[in-house]
Structure formats: structure tokens, C-alpha cells
């Protein structure tokens, strides 16, 4: 991947420009297990709440290629018999629709990853990119795309507690004082393939 392409997928990540359905992911706390699992269609949320997801999986591709982005390679045997690379794509075949593979990775996730005492979320999203062909002079050939490049995203991003503030709870009809959880931008991500 160069800095061209990585610029383009870095575009496609806004609500009018992704071809994301789905973004699942699930919210893990400090005792390493599932709170919550997220299955969020971007259609039924809220304008602000598709940008919000959009830009946490967006700033997972931030920085710079070879400083804070760097390829992590396969080897020949890794991607014949390897159990990473075999359920990597296997995810990314299912368009993340396969439950059971979701919550494999998640474990597996949970396992490797060690965020100290803080929770975090963990986002995955599928989007397939028609690669637009150059003509001879240059020029984008929108309507003569003949590969598509299909890949998965992942973050895993910090909950921290906020300050304190006093929030309405409208089944309750009552004002509380209550410090909200803040899900901070991404520590660690991957793009696969890359």
C-alpha cells in the first residue's frame, strides 16, 4: 500500500462515500470481558453518530506510512496454513456477517490486547473499493473499474470516564449527576488487506 492509496481509502471513510453497511465491534472491560456486542446498520444512525463511527475507523489509518502506520507482511506459509490469516479472511469473505467468526476474533483480540485497567471498544467495518482504471492519459475512467478491493478495518479505542454532569434521564423524569463513559480515538488498528 502507498501513501496515494492509502489517502484514497482514507476519502472513502464518510457517510455519502463508503459502501459500509454494518459496523460491528463489541465494548470490553477492564476484567477483559464482553459487556456489549455493537451490530449498527450506519442507514438507521443518526447523521452525527455515522460520522462519529466513520472517523474513530478513519483515524485508525492517521499518520504516516513506515512511523505510525506500518505493514505487518505474511509469509507464503502464513497465508497457506495460517490459523491468523485463514480467519482474517475468512471475516472479510463474510462481509463480517458471520456472527460466530466475529466473536472468535473478538476473543482473539481480547487475548493479545492489554490496555492496562481501561476498557475499550472495539469497531470492525467491511467496505469493497471499485479501484478506478486510468486511461492513457492519466485520466479516471469512472465507469471502467474491473477490480474491486475488499477489506476489513479494525480499532480498538479506549472508554475513558468523563467528568461529571448533571444529564437528564427522561424514564426517570429526574436530573443525576453521572460521569460518561468517552470512547477516545484509536490506539491500535489494522487494515486487512493491506
Do not use: W
Not at 4 to 12: C, D, F, I, N, V
Amino acid at each position: 500500500m502507498n501513501t496515494k492509496e492509502l489517502g484514497e481509502l482514507r476519502r472513502r471513510l464518510r457517510p455519502n462515500k463508503n459502501a459500509i453497511s454494518h459496523v460491528y465491534g463489541c465494548y470490553v472491560g477492564a476484567a477483559k470481558e464482553i459487556i456489549g456486542e455493537v451490530d449498527q446498520s450506519l442507514a438507521l444512525l443518526s447523521e452525527d453518530d455515522a460520522e462519529g463511527c466513520l472517523s474513530l475507523l478513519k483515524k485508525a489509518l492517521s499518520g504516516g506510512l513506515g512511523r505510525n502506520l506500518i505493514n505487518v507482511g505474511f509469509t507464503t506459509q502464513q497465508v497457506a496454513e495460517g490459523e491468523e490469516h485463514k480467519a482474517l479472511r475468512a471475516l472479510r469473505d463474510s462481509k463480517l456477517k458471520d456472527r460466530d467468526l466475529r466473536r472468535a476474533f473478538y476473543e482473539r483480540v481480547i487475548q493479545s490486547v492489554d490496555m492496562g485497567d481501561d476498557s475499550y471498544l472495539l469497531l470492525l467495518a467491511c467496505d469493497a473499493y471499485d479501484v478506478p482504471r486510468r486511461g492513457r492519459d492519466g485520466a479516471l475512467q469512472e465507469d471502467a473499474s474491473e477490480d474491486v478491493f475488499s477489506y476489513i478495518l479494525c480499532c480498538v479505542c479506549p472508554v475513558k470516564l468523563g467528568r461529571p454532569e448533571l444529564g437528564y434521564f427522561p424514564g426517570d423524569n429526574e436530573f443525576h449527576y453521572t460521569a460518561p463513559q468517552v470512547v477516545s480515538p484509536p490506539e491500535l488498528g489494522f487494515l486487512f488487506p493491506a
